[in-house]
């Protein structure tokens, strides 16, 4: 796997550090709970060491070429300390769900701190029912979502007798961190590279120039459709505000046979579905702020993986944004999923993510200063109102130390003057939604999660109807 010893971050994975400031903190991470009591603490940081070598990543930390002469670069750690990133706690009698929530709400209120591998995990003791729970916590510049390995996949096991690593891991021996003129000659370095490939695209065109007219035509509409997709601001909701550094954390959890019932019987996908009932809690939500839905259509984010098939495994960011509409203002669930599932129909044909991927490419050129502009553009309030990604999981049961994965819900982040994000990932049949909010901008968060559940139940009553009629 790509993931050595001073390589330059890409421009997509510099700006979510471009991003990052004192209240929006740009990690991204999962809490999962797990059946039987704990594993013997001592016993699980050897089960990480041992796995380490699968994801050098999480043993190395930025280094900043001087007078912001490039992009950053990932350096080993020396001083690495697995007990500084692997930590455990415990919650109070009665370990409730509502204690557990509370925990990730405080958890990803805290900024990862930059001078060291930008991540953390916490083994949770003192659930009720015999339970613990796993939070882990990785910086979004180091990884996104759906690039198929981190180290909460690496631990995870297919049986409950665990996994025999075929090549046991060597000592590892940190490399020497490097100097200013190393920094600044990785930079030199990394811009060559990236003339080089721009020559080898231009003599792809070159000896094939036929195949490269469609790909540049494609990637010139692309651009357009985005371009115009901006030009077209995203309304003014309660939802964009100024944030602040705390968060709050609920968890909706579902089936993914509801869902499936719901594609079935009344057409589209799951993820139409999926945005469809997103839809539907938030139009409750913003009636009872007292703003009026008639006409309003929000804009979600929803990012979109275009990593190839042969980089499965890889370190970095390789994904795209597509602006994905939310029909507020249709009060009947049926024809808001119809509305959902046009609208999303039109974007697989469109060339929105083809044109942000050129876009992607583009900023891999620009000096840092140019880079930080950009990257708060890419998170513009205009563009959108919030996020909504929805990650496919392992539809099999897995294990960590013997104990069964029982439950997994993800958590996204908030960028400036965004105080919602929904994470969907499905598990071994479920379907769980993760809502982070902003402590200050979202005390009514409970009341999206009860409407989210509301708007499963219509749906799934309607399926079940049409499944009856025919």
């Given at each position: 796997m790509a993931q050595e010893h001073f390589d330059r971050l890409t421009a997509l994975d510099a700006s979510f550090l471009e991003q990052e400031g004192p209240t929006s903190h740009m990690h991204v991470g999962g809490v999962a709970t797990f059946e039987n009591p704990p594993p013997d603490f001592d016993e699980f940081l050897d089960t990480i060491r041992g796995r380490l070598h699968l994801v050098p990543r999480y043993r190395q930390k930025l280094s900043y070429p001087p007078l912001n002469s490039g992009r950053p670069?990932?350096?080993d750690d020396p001083s690495?300390?697995?007990e500084y990133h692997v930590r455990r706690t415990a919650l109070p009698p009665p370990g409730s769900e509502e204690q557990l929530l509370l925990l990730t709400s405080r958890i990803f209120s805290q900024q990862l701190d930059r001078a060291k591998p930008l991540w953390e995990m916490w083994i949770i003791e003192g659930l009720e029912n015999d339970r613990w729970a796993l939070i882990n916590k990785t910086h979004h510049a180091m990884i996104d979502g759906v690039s198929g390995v981190d180290l909460a996949t690496v631990i995870f096991d297919l049986s409950r007798e665990g996994t025999e690593l075929e090549h046991p891991p060597e000592p590892w021996i940190p490399h020497t961190e490097p100097g200013d003129a190393d920094l600044v000659a990785s930079g030199v370095?990394?811009?060559a590279r990236t003339a080089i490939d721009a020559v080898k695209r231009t003599a792809r065109i070159v000896s094939s120039p036929a195949a490269v007219f469609d790909e540049v035509r494609d990637g010139i509409e692309g651009v357009g459709e985005v371009a115009w997709a901006g030009l077209n601001a995203a309304p003014d909701t309660p939802l964009n505000v100024e944030i602040g550094p705390h968060r709050r954390f609920r968890v909706v959890e579902a089936d993914l046979e509801d869902f499936k019932q719901i594609k079935n019987a009344l057409g589209g996908t799951v993820n139409d579905a999926v945005l469809t009932v997103v839809s539907g809690a938030l139009r409750t939500w913003l009636e009872s702020r007292g703003v009026r839905t008639e006409g309003l259509e929000l804009r979600a984010?929803?990012?979109?993986?275009?990593?190839?098939?042969d980089a499965h495994g890889e370190f970095g960011n390789q994904i795209a944004a597509m602006r994905g509409p939310l029909p507020v203002y249709i009060d009947e669930p049926e024809a808001r999923l119809a509305m959902v599932r046009r609208s999303m129909d039109g974007l697989k044909e469109s060339k929105q993510a083809v044109g942000a991927e050129v876009l992607s490419g583009v900023q891999n050129f620009a000096p840092p200063t140019i880079l930080a502009q950009a990257s708060r553009l890419n998170f513009s309030t205009r563009?959108?109102?919030?996020?909504?990604?929805?990650?496919?999981?392992?539809q099999f049961p897995l294990y960590v130390g013997g104990s069964k994965l029982l439950s997994i819900a993800p958590v996204a982040f908030l960028p400036k003057k965004h105080a919602l994000a929904i994470a969907i990932m499905s598990y071994n049949g479920s379907l769980n939604f993760g809502l982070l909010g902003?402590?200050?901008?979202?005390?009514?968060?409970?009341?999206?999660?009860?409407?989210?559940?509301t708007s499963i139940d219509e749906l799934l009553e309607l399926s079940s109807q049409s499944a009856s009629a025919q």
């Open positions: 670069v990932w350096i690495f300390n697995i370095l990394g811009a984010l929803v990012p979109v993986s275009i990593r190839p098939k563009l959108f109102n919030l996020i909504v990604t929805n990650v496919p999981g392992p902003d402590y200050d901008a979202m005390d009514d968060l409970d009341l999206i999660a009860d409407a989210l559940r």
